[in-house]
């Protein structure tokens, strides 16, 4: 979605809290620092299905969130009824990530399908004074119609601002609830599991926003790496400067063992290729599981202190 910027929602218990940080995500999404956005799009995941967060966006700002709540609807029925009975666009095939460390991914056929809906303000809970008595949405459903055995089938609802008249307009809308995921990759990647941002004694404000930024910085170098560890024709300059990669042609040879599952076969030079030699000085054996998140970060700090 060229020219879009993606947001993803906090995940902050209890029910009121989230209301109140979704709301300031999105409110924050239209001030200085995006402003020359031609699209904002806050992508929020179940806990994001708030009546009150849809009635309140601000100007500007569209919103893709999975649906969590079976609301009532306008005409008397319910939402997930609703979305068995919506117009099919087509069908969009998406990677699914392993759920578990060792396991390879897949390939879905997802059958998509989309339409509008009008929704009733809930009676239950706070309502906010000027709260509109219905809202008209755009529901997408997307749907797995045979998964392998042994794996759960793909089924999301996403309530959406956006228009899905046809089924490119419906596939990107997936796509981008789809980065939500990698949205809490970069997260967890600058708290405990990577950078642990959260360990910071400073409480400035403009300290701590430049910090966030440079953990940012080292989070998504990680994932680069961790996504090319199975192949990769990018270049490792990607990541890496010339002097660091100078210095990995001369590392790779001394990390190579006798067996073949203990050689580098990626090309040098690409992405692939340092995400191995990385990931050997994070302690990787090159048997069983493959590399993840903790063990690039590691070894990303020892190939840069020794470089």
């Known amino acids: 979605m060229s020219g879009h910027r993606v947001l993803s ?35 929020g995941d179940r806990e994001s299905d708030i009546y009150q967060v849809f009635d309140g966006r601000p100007d500007g700002v569209d919103l893709v969130v999975r649906a969590a709540q079976d609301r009532k609807l306008a ?22 990530a392993p759920r578990r ?21 809930p009676h ?35 309530l959406t601002t956006l228009a899905a008249d046809t089924l490119a307009a419906a596939q990107d809308i997936v796509d981008c609830y789809r980065l939500r995921w990698r949205i ?48 990769s024709n990018r270049p490792a300059s990607d990541v890496a400067t010339a002097p660091e990669i100078t210095a990995a042609m001369a590392l790779a040879p001394t990390l190579e063992g006798k067996t073949e599952r203990q050689k580098n076969h990626h090309p040098p030079g690409t992405l692939a290729w340092l995400a191995w030699i990385v990931a050997r000085l994070g302690g990787w054996n090159c048997y069983y599981r493959p590399p993840g998140p903790k063990t690039m970060r590691q070894g990303w700090d020892r190939f840069a202190a020794g470089t």
């Not at 080292?218 to 192949?231: C, E, F, K, M, N």
């Open 124 to 158: 239950n809970g706070q309502r906010q004074p000027g709260t509109r008595k219905t809202l008209t949405l755009t529901l997408i459903e997307g749907v797995e119609a045979a998964a392998p055995p042994g794996e759960t089938a793909l089924h999301w609802r996403l």
């Open 75 to 96: 005409d008397g029925g319910m939402l997930f009824a609703a979305s068995a009975g919506l117009p099919r666009l087509g069908t969009q095939t998406v990677h699914v």
């Open 184 to 231: 809490e990759q970069s997260f967890r990647m600058r708290k405990s599991d990577g950078m642990q941002i959260e360990d910071s004694q400073t409480t400035d404000t403009h300290r701590l926003f430049n910090l966030a930024a440079l953990a940012l910085g080292a989070a998504v170098r990680v994932i680069q790496l961790v996504d090319a560890r199975d192949g």
């Open 9 to 43: 929602s906090p995940m902050v218990p209890p029910q009121q809290t989230i209301d109140c940080l979704a709301r300031r995500t999105a409110a924050a999404a239209v001030g200085r620092v995006l402003a020359a956005a031609s699209q904002i799009i806050v992508v």
């Open 101 to 121: 460390v060792g396991q390879g991914g897949r390939m879905a056929q997802v059958a998509v399908s989309a339409g509008t809906v009008t929704l009733c303000a």
